[in-house]
C-alpha cells in the first residue's frame, strides 16, 4: 500500500478509477521562490499531519450503525442516502455457526483497508467496472458523508464536528493490542428532525473513516518487517452491530538465526458481545502446525469456550493446518508497550 492511499478521506472518482491523490501541499506563489523538500520528507510530513488529525477524530463505527438502523425507518432520512444505509447495514458478519471463512475473508477484503489498491486495479484493468466501490466499508462511509452534505451555504453545519466519545477506543496501531467493540445504544430517534439527524450520522461517518485511516497507516510496510494487515470488521452480535478487530502478519520466514526457516502467520482477533464480554483469539501457524489460544475475559465465555475446544480442534485440523493444538484462558492478553512515537493519550 502506498503513502497515496492513506491520503482520504477522498471520494473515489465515478468511473471506477484514478491515481490517488498527492499528500504534498499545493505549491503558491510565495513557496516558489523557497527551496523544496524532498518528495519523500514532504509526503512524510503530510502524513504524520494527517494522522495527528485522523487520531483526535476517530471513533468506532459501532454507534453510527446504531443510529443507522434507527434512521433506516424514519421518514427523515435523506432519499439519496437510503440506499447507502441499507448497504451498510448489510455489511454485518455473522458470529454463529452459519460463518465460514469466505464470509471472514470478505469481511477483510471489504474492510475500507484495500480501496485504492482495488480502484488501482480496476483503472489498470480493460473494463473498469467500479467493483470495489460497491460494498467497501470506506467507500460506503464516503458516499454516505456525500448523501448527508450540507448546502454550500450552511457553514455552520459544514464547520460542525461531534465531540469525541469518551469511550472511544484507542487509535489502531500495528502490532497494538486488539480490542473489540461492544454493539452502541442509539443516540437518536426516528422522528429527529432532518438537519439533526443528517448532521449526527456525517460526524460519525466522518468520525469511522479516521478509524479506516489509521488501521490503513498501521498496515504500511516497515522496513525489515513481514506484511501486516489491521483491519475492523461489522459483527452482528445479539444486542445489534458491534465492531471486530483483526490484525494479521507474517514474518516472510528465513529471518534471522532461522534462515531457510518456513515463514510463520499469525492471526490475532478481538470482538465484545454482551452478555458474554471481551473474547480474544490468536491463531499462529508454520511449519505444519497451527496453535491457537482463546482468551475469554468473562468467566461464562470461557466455560463456553473450553466446552467446545475438542470440537474446534477437530474443525482446524486439515491438511494443511497439519498438527493442532487449541487451549483455552481466562482473562485478558498482556498489554504490549507501545513503541515510541505513536499516539499521545489526551484524556488523562
Same mark, same amino acid.
Given at each position: 500500500m502506498s503513502v497515496g492511499a492513506l491520503s482520504g478521506p477522498i471520494a473515489p472518482a465515478p468511473s471506477g478509477g484514478g491515481a490517488a491523490p498527492s499528500l504534498a501541499p499545493t505549491p503558491t506563489a510565495a513557496a516558489s521562490a523557497t527551496p523544496i523538500a524532498p518528495a519523500a520528507t514532504t509526503a512524510q510530513s503530510a502524513l504524520s499531519a494527517m494522522l495527528g488529525e485522523a487520531a483526535a477524530a476517530q471513533d468506532s463505527l459501532a454507534p453510527l450503525l446504531a443510529n443507522l438502523a434507527v434512521a433506516a425507518g424514519s421518514p427523515n432520512l435523506p432519499q439519496a442516502a437510503q440506499a447507502t444505509v441499507a448497504q451498510l447495514l448489510a455489511a454485518q458478519t455473522p458470529l454463529d455457526a452459519e460463518v465460514t471463512g469466505a464470509m471472514l475473508r470478505a469481511a477483510a477484503q471489504n474492510s475500507g483497508l484495500f480501496l485504492e489498491a482495488g480502484l488501482a486495479g480496476e483503472a489498470l484493468s480493460d473494463g473498469a467496472t467500479g467493483a470495489a466501490t460497491q460494498t467497501d466499508l470506506k467507500a460506503l462511509l464516503l458516499r454516505l458523508t456525500a448523501d448527508l452534505a450540507p448546502e454550500p451555504?450552511?457553514? %455552520? #453545519?459544514?464547520?460542525? *464536528?461531534?465531540? /469525541?466519545?469518551?469511550? *472511544? @477506543?484507542? /487509535? &489502531?496501531?500495528?502490532?497494538?493490542?486488539? #480490542? +473489540?467493540?461492544?454493539?452502541? *445504544? @442509539?443516540?437518536?430517534? %426516528?422522528?429527529? &428532525?432532518?438537519e439533526t439527524m443528517a448532521r449526527a450520522l456525517r460526524q460519525q461517518a466522518e468520525a469511522a473513516l479516521s478509524r479506516v485511516q489509521l488501521s490503513q497507516a498501521a498496515s504500511l510496510p516497515k522496513p525489515g518487517e +513481514? @506484511? *501486516?494487515?489491521?483491519?475492523?470488521?461489522?459483527?452482528?452480535? &445479539?444486542?445489534?452491530?458491534g465492531m471486530a478487530q483483526f490484525e494479521i502478519s507474517g514474518d516472510g520466514g528465513g529471518s534471522g538465526s532461522q534462515a531457510g526457516a518456513a515463514p510463520t502467520w499469525r492471526a490475532r482477533f478481538s470482538v465484545n458481545t454482551a452478555p458474554n464480554g471481551p473474547v480474544h483469539a490468536e491463531l499462529v501457524l508454520s511449519g505444519g502446525r497451527m496453535r491457537v489460544t482463546l482468551m475469554a475475559e468473562g468467566e461464562d465465555a470461557r466455560q463456553a469456550l473450553a466446552a467446545d475446544q475438542d470440537d474446534l480442534r477437530a474443525a482446524l485440523a486439515t491438511e494443511e493446518a497439519g498438527d493442532v493444538a487449541v487451549r483455552v484462558l481466562g482473562g485478558a492478553p498482556t498489554q504490549p508497550q507501545p513503541p515510541p512515537g505513536q499516539f499521545l493519550d489526551r484524556r488523562s
Open positions: 451555504d450552511d457553514q %455552520t #453545519a459544514t464547520n460542525a *464536528r461531534a465531540a /469525541p466519545s469518551p469511550d *472511544r @477506543p484507542q /487509535p &489502531p496501531v500495528g502490532a497494538g493490542q486488539l #480490542a +473489540g467493540q461492544a454493539a452502541a *445504544r @442509539p443516540s437518536l430517534v %426516528t422522528g429527529a &428532525p432532518p +513481514g @506484511p *501486516r494487515w489491521v483491519f475492523e470488521a461489522p459483527v452482528a452480535t &445479539p444486542t445489534g452491530a
